[in-house]
């Protein structure tokens, strides 16, 4: 790696927190140069702009958040097994970045303004229902799954369920939506997906 891809490497790990934690607008140029220890020049001689940056910031804080959410999950032996195991992924290890779920707080704050930043959540959020649907189809094809539940409904309930709780947690400042819907998701997947035994 040159000096310069250190540097823009650099930029971005420091960056990531302050656009995760504040989002695009709320995200002042003087907090990314502190954060960075650069002067304005010296952050755009690495990045086009502000949004390239934050751009970039999102794919860090998107990965850094998809290990730790899939951390076991292939490990486990069915599609129903990785789906729990990412479930509590998602509730005990949340984003290693602080700020919590870059999807969520990044499609909230670039719904409506910022093409770049929509076009890279909606991308992020398609691979990890995607992957969810994978395991519901690797479920199905194992025969622990039903065989007429839709893999799109399953994944799509998960990710909604997660978010939602994630977002009421927040703002409630404790745990339990989160807990209660992975009750309530590990229940439907042992009662409604999974064929029973």
Request: proline letters at 4%; one cysteine or more; hydrophobic letters at 40%.
């Amino acid at each position: 790696m040159t000096k310069g891809e250190l540097t823009r490497k650099r930029i971005v790990e420091a960056a990531a927190p302050i656009f995760n934690q504040h989002g695009y607008e709320g995200s002042s140029l003087n907090a990314l140069m502190e954060a960075t220890g650069l002067k304005k020049g010296g952050i755009y001689r690495h990045f086009a702009s502000k949004e390239e940056l934050a751009a970039e910031a999102f794919d860090y804080t998107w990965e850094a958040a998809w290990k730790a959410r899939f951390l076991h999950v292939d490990e486990k032996a069915n599609g129903i097994e990785k789906l729990k195991q990412l479930i509590a992924n998602f509730i005990d290890r949340r984003s290693p970045v602080p700020g919590g779920c870059p999807v969520l707080n990044t499609a909230v704050d670039a719904d409506d303004g910022n093409p770049i930043l929509r076009s890279r959540v909606g991308k992020a959020l398609r691979s990890w229902t995607g992957r969810l649907q994978a395991y519901v189809e690797e479920a199905q094809q194992q025969r622990d799954a039903k065989p007429d539940v839709d893999p799109k409904d399953v994944a799509t309930l998960i990710v909604a369920s997660l978010e939602g709780a994630l977002m009421m947690s927040r703002i409630q400042r404790n745990e339990e939506p989160l807990r209660r819907v992975q009750s309530h998701l590990n229940e439907y997947l042992d009662k409604q997906v999974a064929v029973s035994r």
